[in-house]
């Protein structure tokens, strides 16, 4: 019996059927979703997700990714960003704090990470955000 993965050269994979095999198990998949969104302010080791799932750390990250189109190193990130994107807009807690609450080791970290996805420095996004209402104090 001839294994795919004998052959030398390989064709490209269907994106449609990547997505519909080999990926977590719906359970599984809520799970650790649930995990990393509980647990958003802490360090998140990825073999601690891999061991909730039953899976090892390699399997679990090739089946994460193929569920969610990104690394759980990747998704966790974008959480993050989330995260604190909502807590830029709803609070008036400082970038330190949002860092902190938002699991990034401290401001720099945040700030650089921040500038990466979304293109724009944490300070600058919350004035932008400030002006978009109709009052603006200390953002004009």
């Known amino acids: 019996m001839a294994h795919p993965s004998h052959t030398?050269?390989?064709a490209p994979i269907?994106?449609?059927?990547?997505s519909a095999t080999g990926g977590l198990s719906p359970w599984r998949e809520s799970l650790v979703k649930k995990m990393i969104l509980d647990g958003l302010s802490d360090t998140l080791e990825i073999a601690e997700l891999a061991k909730a799932c039953a899976l090892s750390r390699s399997h679990f990250?090739?089946?994460f990714k193929c569920s969610t189109g990104q690394s759980p190193q990747a998704w966790i990130r974008s959480q993050r960003i989330a995260r604190a994107?909502?807590?830029i807009r709803e609070t008036d807690l400082t970038l330190t704090q949002i860092s902190l609450e938002c699991g990034f080791c401290d401001q720099a970290h945040f700030c650089h990470i921040f500038t990466h996805s979304e293109g724009i420095n944490p300070f600058?996004?919350?004035c932008r955000q400030l002006r978009a209402q109709p009052?603006?104090?200390g953002c004009a």
């Open 8 to 10: 030398t050269v390989k």
């Open 14 to 18: 269907n994106p449609t059927r990547k």
């Open 61 to 63: 990250s090739r089946a």
């Open 85 to 87: 994107k909502q807590l």
């Open 124 to 126: 600058a996004w919350r």
């Open 135 to 137: 009052y603006t104090p």
